[in-house]
């Protein structure tokens, strides 16, 4: 069964995340048929893309896959990995994504949103980046998504905390476009969709482009980089990463004493 649903009409393509069973958890096949979603829209010439989840989701996706991450001593989050492979197509796509979200964001999918162009979301939905709760070190890509999205203090709160934010409060910082009753929430999301379908696509592609460059335009040494790296190994050869997996996995609390 397709983890999916895709529909394309009037230059706009839908991909709707249908994985119920694990409430849209994004593993290696969801994330791939995603990809490959985009793929086809680009071969169509859609114009605006949107992702979302089923009408009336009360979780939109509950993040990365856990029972994917590897055991302690590997990176979790290379950059073959899954979610980080979805990001860059996202990112890459010549044409504008937005996200729908109606429902709760959870770990992972919070930076699968913040990576689409725009967001719309209902007053319920919220936001909560837990990989601290997990004891996974986030990646410096991911971690870039979330400074080039968010104010830094805010960004901070959402991965220290991971205590959920609301789309009310994320659209005061300017991270979340709209925020639209669920009632309206589609018609809206494809008024604002429909507008650009009419606008040059070419013009769109190459300033979304010029765009995804200039934010990631940090300068950044050998050394810097190299320290970077290394301050993630230090967390996932630990015993408090093992101790997080193995927790979530037993579905209880985990008990972390820095190692």
């Known amino acids: 069964m397709s983890l999916i649903l895709t529909e394309t009409a009037e230059g706009i393509g ?6 119920q069973i694990k409430r849209n958890a994004i593993s290696e096949a969801l994330a791939h048929e995603v990809s490959e979603a985009l793929g086809g829209f680009r071969k169509d010439g859609v114009r605006v ?3 979302r989840a089923q009408p009336g989701a009360k979780v939109w996706s509950s993040g990365h896959n856990v029972d994917e991450l590897p055991a302690s001593g590997r990176d979790p989050l290379a950059w073959q990995d899954p979610l980080r492979m979805v990001i860059r197509d996202i990112e890459a796509f010549p044409a504008p994504v937005i996200a729908m979200v109606e429902g709760s964001v959870w770990g992972g999918a ?11 979301a209902t007053p319920e939905a919220t936001f909560a980046a837990t990989p601290a709760k997990l004891g996974v070190p986030y ?5 870039l998504t979330f400074l080039n999205t968010a104010p830094p203090h805010i960004a901070k ?11 009310a409060r994320l659209e005061r910082q300017g991270i979340i476009n709209h925020v639209v009753e669920a009632g309206e929430l589609e018609k809206f999301t494809r008024e ?13 592609g190459v300033m979304k482009e010029q765009l995804r460059i200039l934010s990631h335009a940090h300068a950044l040494s050998p050394q810097d980089f190299e320290r970077i790296q290394g ?7 630990s015993r408090d990463y093992a101790e997080g997996i193995r927790a979530f996995r037993e579905k209880r609390k985990p008990v972390y004493l820095g190692e």
């Open 192 to 204: 604002v969709a429909r507008a650009m379908t009419h606008n040059s696509p070419l013009a769109i």
């Open 110 to 120: 919070c930076e699968l949103v913040f990576a689409c162009d725009m967001i719309v």
């Open 14 to 19: 839908t991909i709707t995340l249908n994985y």
């Open 157 to 167: 709160e959402l991965l220290f905390t991971g205590r959920p934010m609301t789309a």
């Open 139 to 143: 990646n410096a890509s991911g971690l």
């Open 231 to 237: 301050l993630r190994r230090v967390v996932y050869t």
């Open 49 to 51: 893309a949107i992702l």
